[in-house]
């Protein structure tokens, strides 16, 4: 490709965390592969909806601090999801921009995504499409087994990020969306529930617990009362699923996150139900959270309604 | 051959086959395992087979609990289904520099470090499940007198191709990750190639493992 044909972002700064992502890659726990794919799905999805991607494109996650890129090619629009503060430094001067809002970049244009607010995770892409590999389907990059674009590795300066594709017949759309919080995490209790004593079992539901800086895509350790084992702190090592929340030798919950090890040998004492996901991997640490009991039967509603929910947030971009 | 199935959460089956952990029930874990695999049902996610486990991942805007439970319940599995069993020979190097927790070997199981290689090595292992990081095989069983618990603080990074020993299983590290089971030596050879999609294990589930002795010359060479 001649270089005056390219369209590209180069990395002026990486920013803490920040990693092509999409929905992920499945049926591959058998052999240690986790699902990976955007932490936040509700916000990935509003993202390619709002830049009339299709609904797997990929997108670049990043977290706390975002990556400061600055772009070479042809008109473009960006957007970006999640609560984030970022600036559009251009010719004309430096503006502020708004989540959920689409802007058009010119050749030399820059994007300096400072922080995300009060959150963790945010999401950047284009009205086109990222030049990625995939691997088993997918391109999100999982950096603890190497797997995925950029050898497996998450974005470090000076790296150019090729555009392959602009859709030019887009239409700048914005939606006016404040995100969603929440303050009790529902679960479902877990297959080991009765190996915990009755006044940890009780302690589990009725005080909170923080979550602790211990947290990253893969799991999510979290500080409080100790929950005391009275059966055995091991069990024969078993299949783990996203938001399995596991108790270790010493008492603490860890939540298992999209990035998480297939197979653990600790206790399962609940698993976090899938409406409660998303709002579960924006909380930062520090953050203080309490757990609520719910029936598998109202955990598979909760989820519908969530799904709803969004598809009526995304019925609202206009 | 399912004892019981309940729910992991909101979204996954935990199929369970038994408490112990033998190559009998292993072997219908992993029955059930590839026969769910090959019918290729639409909305299942992941399948994890484990010692006694198998746990179905599904799609929730697809199934739920109890219509899949029903399914699988009502499912048939032939008894001669044979299992595709592979026999896998993978080179080990006991040099000093590899064999990190030789010394603790020996003094726990009270045997000199030659009698413990040779004992390691006499034995075909089998493979009861991979996991935890890509393509890392969970092998068994050693014999009574070489069975100790892990590390009482588990090593941050032990190194790519360590292999080690704990209870009754053996391992072999296929990237750098912590862990806390007893490292004898080390393979060159990789058990996990991300570049090959259809096939990255090395070794699945059901295979028989062969290690052998190298020098650390040959090691060299095939690292090579």
Request: charged share 25%.
């Amino acid at each position: 490709m001649k270089s005056k044909d390219r369209n590209y972002f180069k990395i002026l700064r990486a920013g803490i965390n920040s990693t092509y992502q999409d929905l992920g890659r499945n049926n591959l726990y058998h052999i240690g592969i986790p699902f990976s794919g955007a932490m936040d799905k509700r916000n990935f999805q509003l993202l390619n909806s709002l830049l009339q991607n299709d609904y797997n494109s990929p997108v670049i996650e990043f977290a706390y601090q975002g990556p400061h890129l600055r772009y070479f090619g042809k008109d473009i629009f960006f957007c970006i999801s999640g609560n984030v503060s970022f600036k559009i430094i251009t010719k004309e001067g430096v503006i502020d921009g708004n989540s959920y809002q689409c802007y058009l970049l010119k050749n030399g244009d820059e994007v300096d995504i400072h922080s995300t607010n009060k959150s963790v995770y945010g999401y950047f892409s284009i009205n086109g499409t990222f030049g990625v590999d995939y691997y088993w389907g997918s391109c999100s990059i999982n950096t603890q087994a190497q797997i995925g674009p950029n050898n497996g590795n998450k974005f470090s300066k000076d790296l150019e990020i090729e555009i392959i594709d602009i859709n030019n017949s887009f239409n700048k759309r914005k939606l006016d969306y404040l995100g969603s919080t929440i303050e009790n995490i529902r679960v479902i209790k877990g297959t080991n529930y009765d190996y915990f004593s009755e006044s940890s079992q009780n302690k589990f539901f009725k005080e909170s617990f923080k979550i602790t800086k211990l947290s990253d895509r893969m799991g999510m350790r979290l500080e409080g009362p100790k929950i005391e084992n009275i059966v055995d702190p091991n069990i024969k090592s078993e299949g783990l699923v996203k938001g399995v929340i596991q108790i270790t030798s010493a008492g603490d919950p860890i939540i298992m996150l999209s990035d998480h090890g297939t197979i653990g040998g600790y206790p399962k004492i609940a698993t976090v139900i899938s409406a409660d996901y998303d709002r579960l991997v924006q909380l930062t640490p520090g953050s203080n959270i309490k757990f609520k009991d719910v029936s598998l039967e109202d955990a598979e509603t909760l989820y519908k309604l969530y799904q709803m929910e969004t598809n009526n947030i995304i019925s609202q971009i206009k | 051959m399912i004892k019981n199935i309940l729910n992991l959460g909101d979204a996954a089956l935990y199929c369970d086959f038994g408490s112990e952990v033998n190559q009998e029930i292993n072997s219908n874990v992993i029955k059930y395992f590839y026969h769910i695999k090959k019918l290729n049902l639409k909305g299942i996610t992941n399948l994890t087979p484990s010692y006694n486990k198998l746990i179905i991942s599904y799609d929730l805007n697809i199934h739920s609990f109890l219509s899949l439970k029903k399914k699988i319940e009502n499912m048939e599995i032939k008894e001669n289904n044979k299992l595709e069993k592979n026999l896998i020979e993978i080179p080990v190097c006991c040099d000093n520099n590899f064999a990190l927790d030789i010394k603790r070997v020996e003094n726990k199981l009270k045997l000199k470090s030659e009698i413990i290689l040779e004992r390691f090595f006499s034995k075909n292992y089998f493979c009861y499940m991979t996991g935890f990081v890509a393509g890392m095989p969970f092998l068994g069983d050693l014999e009574k007198d070489m069975r100790l618990k892990r590390l009482e603080t588990p090593r941050v990074k032990v190194p790519k191709g360590s292999v080690g020993i704990t209870e009754q299983f053996c391992n072999i590290y296929t990237f750098e990750t912590p862990g806390g089971w007893n490292i004898l030596g080390n393979t060159p050879q990789n058990i996990f190639d991300t570049s090959n999609q259809s096939n990255p294990n090395l070794v699945n589930p059901g295979d028989t493992i062969k290690f052998y002795r190298i020098t650390l010359d040959q090691y060299n060479e095939i690292k090579r």
